[in-house]
């Protein structure tokens, strides 16, 4: 894309009411829009890095057999009465609203109860199991406190993944199934040498749940990580019975602070039992259906990038999510130059490499600011002197110097390597 | 994708409570679920149509300059005061909610306010206009009436791009550019014959707004078509006078029931002066930014289609919008018919042909009954019968007649033609 179409500009300052970093340099570089405390619009930058985090986990979730819905935001009191979770007293993030009719409606912080629901029509006998279920779709909580910028929000995008299973065994087999995609996401993000599985609180059905925690200084959990073992524990679950359960020793541990950027949760019956999921085995008996819950919101991970790989200068976008793969820099010069620009942006593009084009009649100094701002993974600049000895410059976003390179060594480093 | 994975079925009954023949047809199939009156969730069949649905409008609105972001439905209600259209009485399909601390929210109806109030942020001067900007969002409107299945939700997704140009003249072209890409959207998406552009209700700053409306039964809408210049009038704006404006004979036009799937309006100034949204020209001068907006449902085109098209043995899709493009009907026999129906849907995937593979251990009546309620373009039966002939069966859903054919005659009737 062509920046001088860009409808963004990046801005100097970052407005006076935002205190965290990640919301700071995403308002500042163009990429969200704050409507207010916790609720944020995606704009054209920002919204490609989200949907390319949303790709990443779209594919492995239908790696592991997921199969995509979209439920509604709109929830019917009656339904989540079955469950004893409609009272504010009882689900803390609620934010109602009514019908025309009076009747009141709730806004889904979470999707257990009419996904539930939604497989009643569809699970009958054990042939019918296991499945998994899955969304992106926006979640409402109506948090109390909201000031960690896309990490926490009001009203956020959520994968969240629900599985069907027959039996414990079943639904464990399918647990490490998606544990093991949950590593793969991570890493493909960019924060998998950061990001360790965390043993939290568990629930009625099961010691323990897991969350996978961002090691990061915007994070608001305390976390005690092992770092030989490559685990660790939530604070509010660490009692000397826990380590002992775990095979910890509390020496060995380092107090950390951690974003929590995944969760799974085993919720055995939990919802099956009293919205009456069953179903029936070869021998005709009746069963609860066992589920479990999954959850990773895109924008928080996002949030987290920010977070923990920005510098001085910016974002550092990974490859795999950066709004752009190449930043071309074109300093305005001859129209040689801009022909040269234009011909390496299609040759670019026809490799499937996706480009930002900075055509714009702007001083070289804030070309590159905006650059180092934007935090695309490769910049690449075209100038009368670059053009003079018939190479580019290249630089990554990771490193301070820049390089001369010819063109077939240009789209040699720049090449993708899967 | 095989079917006997696909966690939905198919029902032969249609709900009780459902009284709108899309809504009936796409639960019957599996597509949709209805949380409650004009609420409903997308199934992965369901999901499969509206995300083409959605490809197609982003290619069309990519095409002509739009800028893909993302808002929220969380509203404030300073921004909507300064508009006047914050109270039920101005605009009456608000659900309200509210923060911990009390202070009210909306759930956005549309958004004219907030997008106006970013693009403050980034146009300043002539130079940093036109543009255009879209997004596919979910719209919450309190309906008093929602008997429509997805033709009128509650809560939908609704593609809405806005314009901003320097003059009336720049809006203008600009608005011919879009209405021509609503004529290849409907066009695509299978409703191009029977879809009218409508002159309707203006509004302060136009004569008329203009409306797609396809010729529907279950419309709600009442438009004169003149069928001859391919142009209509809604009939909430239909005086001597406006037939006069337009040139239209009253004794040549034809009453009908339309959908309204598209429209799109002048807003002038309406936003852009009380929000100050305002550029300033090459001498220095401030103007008010000229404004339009231009919507499609993708939900509500999905759910006219059904009504469009259907007959009485189910759904029929376009092709473009279809869930898949081929239903392979295995019989099951023999290991060899399975072997063949196997390699069948590895072949046709590997020429990117989507595929809907019927592998479930059923009666053939069922499988058959299934397809044509589903509605997938091309049906291919694998059996027996076919193997010992060394053919396929190929039936379209529009046609009534299978046709025995080999394997080269499958590949290059089935092919996509661009």
């Not at 499945?131 to 990490?151: H, L």
């Not at 599985?197 to 976390?223: M, R, V």
């Not at 509010?236 to 775990?246: G, I, K, Q, S, Y």
């Not at 009456?276 to 996002?302: A, T």
């Amino acid at each position: 894309m062509r920046q001088s179409q860009l409808f963004t500009k990046t801005r100097k300052e970052a407005p006076k009411d935002e205190v965290s970093k990640n919301a700071e340099l995403l308002i500042r570089a163009g990429f969200i829009h704050k409507e207010m405390a916790g609720v944020y619009s995606f704009l054209p930058l920002g919204l490609r890095v989200l949907n390319n985090i949303v790709g990443i986990i779209r594919e492995e979730m239908n790696e592991i057999g997921g199969q995509e819905i979209s439920m509604t935001a709109l929830q019917d009191k009656n339904l989540w009465q079955k469950t004893d979770r409609w009272d504010d007293d009882k689900m803390d993030v609620w934010f109602k609203t009514k019908l025309k009719n009076d009747s009141e409606l709730g806004l889904a912080p979470t999707h257990e109860e009419p996904l539930t629901t939604i497989m009643k029509n569809f699970v009958a006998s054990y042939r019918d199991l296991p499945k998994a279920v899955y969304q992106f779709q926006t979640k409402f909580r109506n948090e109390m406190r909201a000031k960690s910028g896309i990490i926490r929000g009001r009203e956020f995008l959520m994968k969240d993944l629900y599985s069907f299973s027959r039996d414990q065994k079943e639904h464990d087999e399918f647990y490490q199934l998606a544990k093991a995609a949950y590593v793969r996401i991570f890493d493909r993000v960019g924060l998998g040498s950061v990001t360790y599985p965390t043993f939290a609180l568990g629930g009625t059905f099961s010691k323990y749940s897991e969350e996978f925690q961002t090691i990061c200084d915007a994070g608001e959990d305390i976390i005690y990580v092992d770092e030989t073992k490559l685990v660790a524990v939530n604070k509010e679950t660490l009692t000397p019975e826990v380590l002992a359960d775990l095979g910890l020793n509390k020496k060995t541990l380092v107090e950390k602070k951690g974003v929590e950027v995944g969760n799974i949760f085993n919720l055995g019956n939990k919802f099956s039992k009293p919205l009456e999921l069953f179903y029936v085995d070869d021998k005709g008996e009746k069963h609860d259906v066992i589920m479990g819950c999954y959850g990773i919101g895109p924008g928080r991970v996002m949030g987290t990038i920010v977070e923990v790989l920005s510098d001085a200068k910016g974002i550092v976008w990974p490859r795999e999510v950066a709004p752009f793969e190449a930043h071309l820099i074109e300093m305005k010069g001859s129209e040689a130059v801009s022909a040269a620009a234009e011909k390496l942006y299609r040759d670019l593009n026809k490799k499937g490499i996706t480009v930002l084009w900075d055509d714009r009649d702007t001083r070289a100094g804030e070309k590159f600011a905006d650059a180092d701002l934007i935090g695309i993974p490769y910049r690449i600049v075209i100038s009368e002197k670059t053009m003079k000895e018939n190479k580019f410059e290249l630089k990554l976003r990771t490193e301070d110097e820049a390089t001369l390179v010819d063109e077939a060594t240009l789209f040699q480093k720049i090449q993708k390597t899967s």
